[in-house]
């Protein structure tokens, strides 16, 4: 096993109608396109546009492919959504998907190819719990004056490790002596190796018998205390959208089996200028083949092909292709008629995937307060309705700035059900206690929150209770039908993980073909 520690980031992801003769962009006939079909002319139709569907789309046709990309939105990226309005100054914020990692190879890849520059920046954090402030550098010294008397040793994050590191030590020592071929190395790409690969499915029972336990039941039957486990709640669950009593324990432990550990030194990564020029540079090498407005509602497939039906201008229309790539999310494929339906455990897995709930806020202020030496922090982590707040322009010069909240599991519920209006006083007050310049320099803020959005209804996938092997067999193809999206990929939760589904696909259609 690697001694090399993982992110927080990268451990969460271990463990989550046209009219009969109406023109397609360029002026071909979309029913031309399936009457007059050259038996040479391997189309493939993609469904969604996001960064899944794009990549794959793109792959195929470097490939020689006849590709056909449809999106319901009227913009590609699905989850990747950069807002400039309402800001000023040039400011934006990552209202969607938004962290680039080191070892986001792909996002890396892609944006070298398409000249696009990955910001980096260091920040320095700070905590505000039950009304109480404090710098992350001060936690050794400030440790014992915690609300969290039950904290141990230096570091915030992973103090659950101590209750289940029996768990780990013992999949540690199964590992070595039965190691086989481990799918969550099946990167063709090559992830970071680690030693003695395990398959999950090979695992003793009672170690696999840990799905049917939440997180919390795990480690209430271990012994953690109430306070460990709602620092878990603010620190670890936040990024998995999901609250410990609805996580799979199993996830956890195996999380720290494969990671080694983890830690939240992390760079706050993104595309510079914004992560919505990635799908838009893959859409434009695309042009027509993307076609927008286009909701799926019925996807039919045999042993000869596939014939998707989509909504336009109110109309049903439907085309055929040799082979679907589905790279929409499940919580929108389980409201799309499938037929006929897929394998018994597939359509499970469509039915029960568990998502979590998230709200992101974004603030612009007059002033970057937060950036001043005495402030408390940068970034700093809350157990208030906002839960992590921080400082988002960081790739931008000027007095104005953004503060960027992200919100998860119930608080993302409670902050959903109210008004805008209602959101931006409690983002208001809430700053206000972290940061007493904050109300002064106010301008302007804006929310979005993913669980309403019409074309997700969620945010992304976690690993619920019973859920370990979703993601492999949501993987899975179906006949002449392929899946794609971050749920099916091994670097879940993630902009990477999209893109590398979306390959994965690329590569299963063109070694089947």
Known sequence: MSNEKSTRREFIKTGLFLGAGALLPGGFALTNMIQNKNSDDRRIIIIGAGLAGLACAYDLEQAGFNILLLEARSRPGGRVRTYRDPFTDGLYAEMGAEYVNSEDRYIHKYAKEFGLSILAAK?????????????????????????????????LFGQEKKYINHWVERIQAWSEQNAVSCFSCHDFGGQKKIKNPISINNLPQDILDLDNLSIADLLRKEGAPRDIIELYTFTNATESTGRPETLSAFSMVFGHFMAGGFNEKTDEGRIH????????????????????????????????????????????????????AIAMPVSILRRTKISPAFAPDKMHCIRKQSYGHVMKIAMQFKQRFWDKPESLGQRVFTDTPLRRVYHHSIDQPGPRGILLSFTSGTDAEKLGRMSEVRRMEVAQSTCGNIWQEAPSHWENGVSKYW???????????????????????????????????????????????????????SREIQRDN
């Open 273 to 324: 200028g914004g992560n919505d020029q990635l799908p838009k540079v893959f859409a434009k090498s695309l042009a027509d083949k993307v076609l927008y407005h286009r909701p799926v509602k019925k996807i039919e497939y045999n042993n000869s092909g596939v014939e998707v039906s989509f909504l336009e201008n109110g109309n049903l229309t439907s085309i055929k292709g040799d082979k679907c």
């Open 451 to 505: 669980n309403e959005d019409p074309w997700l209804r969620a945010s992304y996938s976690m690993v619920g209770v019973g859920q370990k092997d979703f993601r492999e067999i949501l993987a899975r193809k179906e006949g002449l039908c392929h899946f794609a999206g971050e749920h099916t990929s091994i670097h879940r939760s993630s902009m990477n993980g999209a893109i590398e589904s979306g390959l994965r696909v």
């Open 123 to 155: 920040l320095y954090d700070g905590i505000y719990v039950r009304g109480k402030k404090f710098k992350m550098k001060d936690f050794q010294r400030l440790r014992k004056k915690l609300p969290y008397a039950s904290v141990e040793g230096g570091e």
